[in-house]
């Protein structure tokens, strides 16, 4: 397998052509973004646990009966991934109030909710990623009804079995986003990351924060709370 020329470079991932048509490579980095790219930084490491923390994921996932984009890993911060094009949705599953919903809709932080909920956003910088129920994404033709349905279903199996796998592990899985991508064959399956940059991950025991909030908040101890979720999940 070649690394051909870059196709794509995002917030915290470039992603390069490879010599089979059907597989790309990510490579993950230490930028670090937050409120729509306001807020610019790196953090030191990031690219490699985000990298191996998604594999982690991604493999387990696999097995649980959701399709992932995952193929293999290539090193420390590469990936080598199906190609895939992106619903242009953000998939928002919730188990405990945080963030903007706990904003948008005046609450604390640290409800736990009776049942998860999901929500989308349009991925679209331009607009700020802007809520979206989904009459309007299939409306804008985003997504089909039956490609929403799918994604729903996957978006809740992936919670039941983070959620159940993370508490064991003394973390409490507050809330996260999911991509997913379509096949060249129309394939729904999960892609882009599951990480600390885009779940919430609070201490079981004393509820710390152990995710991307520590850098959007400045809180300090970033890259640690980084590495701490690595050395629960993978023991090193
Ligand atoms: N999230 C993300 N990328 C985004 C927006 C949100 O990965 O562009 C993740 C975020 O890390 C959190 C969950 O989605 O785990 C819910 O985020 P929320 O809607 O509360 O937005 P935020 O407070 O991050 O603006």
């Known amino acids: 397998m070649k690394k051909l020329q870059q196709i794509y470079e995002g917030k915290a991932k470039k992603v390069y052509a490879t010599d089979d048509a059907d597989l790309v490579l ?31 994921m991604m493999r387990m996932l696999e097995k649980e009966g959701v399709p992932t984009h995952y193929v293999e890993e290539l090193s420390d911060r590469e990936t080598l991934v199906r190609k895939v094009s992106i619903v242009p949705l953000e998939v928002i599953i919730r188990n405990i109030s945080a963030g903007s919903f706990a904003k948008r809709y005046g609450v604390v932080e640290g409800i736990t909710f009776a049942e998860p909920t999901i929500e989308f956003s349009y991925k679209n910088d331009d607009l700020g990623d802007p809520l979206i129920n989904a009459y309007h994404a299939v409306a804008l033709g985003l997504a089909t009804w039956d490609e929403i349905e799918t994604i729903k279903k996957y978006a809740f199996r992936v919670n039941d079995f983070m959620k159940k796998y993370l508490i064991e592990l003394g973390i409490r899985l507050v809330d996260f986003k999911l991509e997913f991508g379509k096949t060249s064959d129309g394939t729904i399956v999960l892609a882009d ?40 999940l993978m023991g090193n």
């Open 193 to 232: 990351e599951i990480s600390p940059d885009t779940c919430r991950f609070w201490d079981k025991d004393t509820n710390e924060k152990l995710d991307k909030d520590r850098f959007r908040r400045d809180l300090g101890g970033v890259e640690d709370a980084y590495q701490e979720i690595m050395r629960r």
């Open 26 to 56: 990510v490579e993950y980095k230490d930028d670090a973004t937050a409120f729509n790219g306001l807020k610019k930084g790196t953090i030191a490491g990031k690219g490699v646990i985000n990298n191996k923390v998604t594999n982690h």
